[in-house]
């Protein structure tokens, strides 16, 4: 085994083995064990039926050691490929790589939202869920490298309706790159063609040209469903955009007055 090829090991190892440690207030300071969950499960299934496939979410989870090493307020992302709530399902990049499971495991955490691309075609929703469809099975890329045009280019005119042309030619391409995804990474390559009508431009943080999972809380985006453990003030103090935080004010405000609504009609 090469060096560099043992190197790449430690790294991958590194980086999987922080994202697991999660951060105490007392001794011995970290831990390794899972904690009580924010959203619970009886807040999470009566949303599921508002969930449209295409829709993003994004969730953070309390304390991991990996939160410092991504800036922002929310950490992890994926998307919605199933509607309904008989069989939920999203695709996502973790450390095992490009999954498919239930839309119920992400949303199980501290602070979850879920985003819907405004003006989206049921052709480009689909288009969106057929590409990440495609990559499951790929590796979890911890360089962070978003090679979002080499991964199309490999899957040979993938567009918005998801066709792919020349298998061999993309068998041959892949050799070339590390053709794996990171979990923004992979729902910004699902809608990238709409990259500038969502605003999906990768900016350079911590010496990384990446997309963080707060750049999809834009104008561009609609809120679909906020936990009840956000508020403006978290957000704010975790460190979301200014527009971000704009956005889950009306959110809630419009919350607020529907239940009003609701409860003086009742």
Not at 106 to 132: H, Q, W
């Amino acid at each position: 085994m090469s060096l560099s090829s043992i190197t790449d090991d430690i790294w991958r190892n590194l980086v999987f083995f922080t994202g697991d440690i999660r951060q105490m207030h007392r001794f011995p300071w970290v831990s390794w064990a899972k904690h009580h969950h924010s959203v619970e499960y009886d807040e999470i299934l009566p949303v599921l039926s508002k969930i449209r496939y295409g829709d993003i979410g994004l969730h953070r989870d309390w304390g991991y050691l990996s939160n410092i090493a991504i800036p922002g307020f929310m950490k992890h992302a994926w998307i919605h490929t199933v509607d309904g709530i008989t069989r939920p399902q999203i695709v996502e990049a973790v450390s095992e790589g490009v999954i498919k499971r239930s839309a119920v495991y992400p949303m199980f955490s501290d602070y979850t939202m879920i985003l819907r691309p405004r003006d989206a075609t049921e052709e480009e929703r689909k288009g969106a869920c057929n590409k990440v469809n495609r990559v499951v099975g790929t590796g979890y890329d911890v360089d962070f490298k978003f090679d979002i045009e080499e991964e199309l280019h490999y899957y040979q005119g993938v567009d918005s309706s998801g066709a792919s042309t020349d298998l061999v030619a993309s068998q041959k391409y892949l050799r070339r790159y590390d053709h794996g995804f990171s979990c923004t990474e992979l729902c910004s390559y699902a809608w990238w063609h709409k990259r500038e009508q969502l605003r999906l431009y990768r900016t350079k943080r911590r010496g990384k040209m990446v997309i963080l999972a707060d750049d999809f809380i834009n104008h561009d985006w609609e809120i679909v469903w906020l936990s009840n453990s956000i508020t403006v003030d978290i957000a704010k103090k975790l460190g979301l955009h200014e527009e971000g935080l704009s956005m889950i004010e009306n959110y809630l405000k419009d919350k607020q007055g529907t239940t009003l609504i609701l409860s003086t009609t009742n």
